[in-house]
């Protein structure tokens, strides 16, 4: 069973900064792209950020400019830093290790269990 432990959620202000983590196993890590999604309530989950093996970025349009996708080889983890928080950010952001860099295609790989973003105005 894939594991994806994220961390990092929390409410913040228009304007601010949080950064997301998401850790998992050695294999998980260096054998797929890993991904952030999100799902605000009401609306269906959305692609935010995608990096490579290799570590080449791709990002929704909604997020360039704002948001970082990076990998950490040495600690198996992704990170989200998102900056300039705007209230439309709020959602639930979830991980996603996908062998596959379709990012669009929202039923593959596997998930986290999800994080409470929530961006105050």
């Known amino acids: 069973q894939v594991q994806l432990v994220e961390s990092g959620g ?13 850790a998992t196993s050695g294999r998980i890590f260096s054998n797929n792209a890993m991904g952030w999604y999100r799902q605000a309530p009401g609306k269906q989950r959305e692609f935010v950020a995608g990096i490579t093996i290799g570590g080449s970025t791709n990002y929704a349009d909604s997020v360039k400019g704002r948001f970082t996708i990076s990998r950490d080889n040495t600690k198996r983890t992704v990170y989200l830093q998102m900056n300039s928080l705007k209230p439309e950010d709020t959602a639930v952001y979830y991980c996603n290790a ?9 039923n593959l790989g596997s998930w986290g269990q999800g994080l409470q973003v929530t961006v105050s105005s």
């Open 98 to 106: 996908r062998a596959a860099i379709t990012w669009y295609s929202l």
């Open 10 to 22: 929390g409410l913040v202000q228009a304007g601010g900064s949080l950064r997301l983590s998401c």
